[in-house]
């Protein structure tokens, strides 16, 4: 059982964690062994929400990006743990004790739970796919089928550790795109911040003192001053506006037509839609191949593998594919009436089936688009950069301009 509580320790400061123990008793002589002093404990159902009784709507949505941030940082915890149990069951340890050890070592608490929530279940009985069934949030579905073969194939420790390989190629992967595109991302929240800040509270104090003067002003001039009062005078509605918009677009994005409606978007808008190919070719060959060296069945492969892909368009053409095999079709045949793949990875399916070394040949293809798509993300980075800075220096540039060109005016009527 998972026990959440607080306690004392010996320099007098409360501790708040969670602990695993048989019963309220046995986790309180637990603590007490541990040089604690229990203050509060009760049960935890890791099921649920632990602040689930928060009233309102404010409470709510509280409890639900909390929930959000905990189960995107216990996702991460996955790669470690499966190496962890991979590197155990190799060493000829039973399963239970090699979950038992690795609870010990796990610092993340929401995946801690989880983690206990599974070995209770294996001790109840369960399959260790059916424990991990459990926690879809965290283990994708990927994930449980290829654990479920393991089971019935007397193979879990290599299927665990191609899993550990796969999970750790995908956080070195979002880990890059993430780095990629950090600096872009603050350089120009920054660039928009500076640009707001010197429209809002610069450019009115100099609005005024040119206003005073009682010349006609510049037409630049009068355009900035005129935008800049009414960012000063309605930026607290337009803000509003922005969070509004941004809450009707994720809500929409939800929906069965704002999710259609987006994904078209990302395979038709110009310089990010050959980046997001690459990405659906990465993701399509590269967990194909790993499923079938696996060997689970095709149709079963294409079923797992068009809820990774993540695009409404490009499942349903998976799923037209799927159904041409079922007919009898090969899968390269399949695919190019598909057409989502190119031809270059569509030749070399053809060559892995003709060859019967379909799954080998698709994991050379996703290890060919890993690192295409990631020189790709580098150079795209390389080229955002420089763009953003012109486009803030030509901005800012306009407003420096518009501002002076009245003070150039006045000293050339001075002279």
Same mark, same amino acid.
């Given at each position: 059982?998972?026990?959440?509580?607080?306690?004392?320790?010996?320099?007098?400061?409360?501790?708040?964690?969670?602990?695993?123990?048989?019963?309220?008793?046995?986790?309180?002589?637990?603590?007490?062994?541990?040089?604690?002093?229990?203050?509060?404990?009760?049960?935890?159902?890791? *099921?649920?929400?632990?602040?689930?009784?928060?009233?309102?709507?404010?409470?709510?949505?509280?409890?639900?990006?909390?929930?959000? &941030?905990?189960?995107?940082?216990?996702?991460?915890?996955?790669? $470690? +743990?499966?190496?962890?149990?991979?590197?155990?069951?190799?060493?000829?340890?039973?399963?239970?004790?090699?979950?038992?050890?690795?609870?010990?070592?796990?610092?993340?608490?929401?995946?801690?739970?989880?983690?206990?929530?599974?070995?209770?279940?294996?001790?109840?009985g369960s399959s260790l796919s059916?424990?991990?069934?459990?926690?879809?949030?965290?283990?994708?579905?990927?994930?449980?089928?290829?654990?479920?073969?393991?089971?019935?194939?007397?193979?879990?420790?290599?299927? $665990?550790?191609?899993?550990?390989?796969?999970?750790?190629?995908?956080?070195?992967?979002?880990?890059?795109?993430?780095?990629?595109?950090?600096?872009?991302?603050?350089?120009?929240?920054?660039?928009?911040?500076?640009?707001?800040?010197?429209? @809002?509270?610069?450019?009115?104090?100099?609005?005024?003192?040119?206003?005073?003067?009682?010349?006609?002003?510049?037409? %630049?001039?009068? &355009? /900035?001053?005129?935008?800049?009062?009414?960012?000063?005078? +309605?930026?607290?509605?337009?803000? *509003?506006?922005?969070?509004?918009?941004?809450?009707?677009?994720?809500?929409?994005?939800?929906?069965?037509?704002?999710?259609?409606?987006?994904?078209?978007?990302?395979?038709?808008?110009?310089? +990010?839609?050959?980046?997001?190919?690459?990405?659906?070719?990465?993701?399509?060959?590269?967990?194909?191949?790993?499923?079938?060296?696996?060997?689970?069945?095709?149709?079963?492969?294409?079923e797992i593998v068009k809820k990774?892909?993540?695009?409404?368009?490009?499942?349903?053409?998976?799923?037209?594919?799927?159904?041409?095999?079922?007919?009898?079709?090969?899968?390269?045949?399949?695919?190019?009436?598909?057409?989502?793949? %190119?031809?270059?990875?569509?030749?070399?399916?053809?060559?892995?089936?003709?060859?019967?070394?379909?799954?080998?040949?698709? *994991?050379?293809?996703?290890?060919?688009?890993?690192?295409?798509?990631?020189?790709?993300?580098?150079?795209?980075?390389?080229?955002?950069? %420089?763009? /953003?800075?012109?486009?803030?220096?030509?901005?800012?540039?306009?407003?420096?301009?518009?501002?002076?060109?009245? @003070? +150039?005016?006045?000293?050339?009527?001075?002279?």
């Amino acid at each position: 059982m998972i026990f959440e509580y607080e306690a004392l320790n010996k320099n007098g400061q409360t501790v708040a964690d969670v602990i695993d123990a048989a019963s309220e008793v046995a986790a309180r002589q637990k603590l007490r062994a541990q040089g604690l002093y229990p203050v509060r404990i009760r049960r935890h159902d890791i *099921l649920t929400n632990g602040s689930a009784g928060r009233r309102g709507v404010l409470g709510r949505y509280y409890d639900e990006l909390s929930n959000y &941030i905990a189960l995107k940082f216990s996702q991460k915890e996955v790669g $470690i +743990f499966s190496r962890q149990l991979s590197t155990l069951l190799h060493a000829g340890m039973p399963l239970l004790t090699a979950i038992n050890d690795i609870i010990e070592q796990i610092d993340n608490k929401t995946f801690k739970r989880i983690v206990i929530d599974i070995r209770e279940k294996l001790e109840e009985g369960s399959s260790l796919s059916n424990c991990l069934e459990r926690h879809r949030a965290v283990f994708s579905e990927m994930y449980i089928n290829m654990v479920r073969v393991g089971e019935n194939l007397g193979s879990l420790d290599q299927v $665990i550790e191609r899993l550990a390989d796969l999970e750790e190629k995908k956080s070195i992967l979002r880990s890059k795109i993430q780095a990629a595109l950090w600096y872009p991302t603050f350089l120009a929240c920054f660039s928009v911040i500076v640009i707001l800040f010197i429209m @809002i509270n610069i450019i009115p104090s100099l609005s005024r003192m040119f206003l005073e003067l009682g010349r006609e002003l510049p037409l %630049p001039t009068r &355009i /900035i001053m005129g935008f800049s009062g009414f960012l000063a005078k +309605f930026w607290p509605l337009l803000l *509003l506006l922005f969070i509004a918009t941004g809450y009707y677009l994720r809500k929409y994005s939800k929906t069965p037509e704002g999710r259609h409606k987006i994904d078209e978007l990302k395979l038709s808008v110009p310089l +990010f839609k050959n980046i997001y190919r690459k990405l659906v070719v990465l993701r399509f060959t590269q967990n194909l191949g790993v499923l079938l060296n696996n060997r689970v069945d095709i149709l079963k492969s294409f079923e797992i593998v068009k809820k990774i892909v993540v695009n409404n368009i490009i499942e349903s053409r998976i799923d037209e594919a799927a159904v041409r095999i079922r007919e009898g079709a090969t899968v390269s045949t399949a695919l190019s009436k598909a057409d989502f793949l %190119p031809k270059l990875v569509l030749g070399m399916i053809a060559a892995g089936e003709a060859s019967d070394s379909l799954d080998t040949m698709l *994991l050379n293809i996703g290890s060919v688009y890993e690192t295409e798509f990631d020189l790709t993300i580098t150079s795209l980075t390389s080229l955002i950069e %420089p763009i /953003i800075i012109v486009i803030m220096g030509f901005v800012i540039g306009l407003i420096v301009i518009s501002v002076l060109l009245p @003070i +150039f005016e006045m000293n050339l009527i001075l002279q």
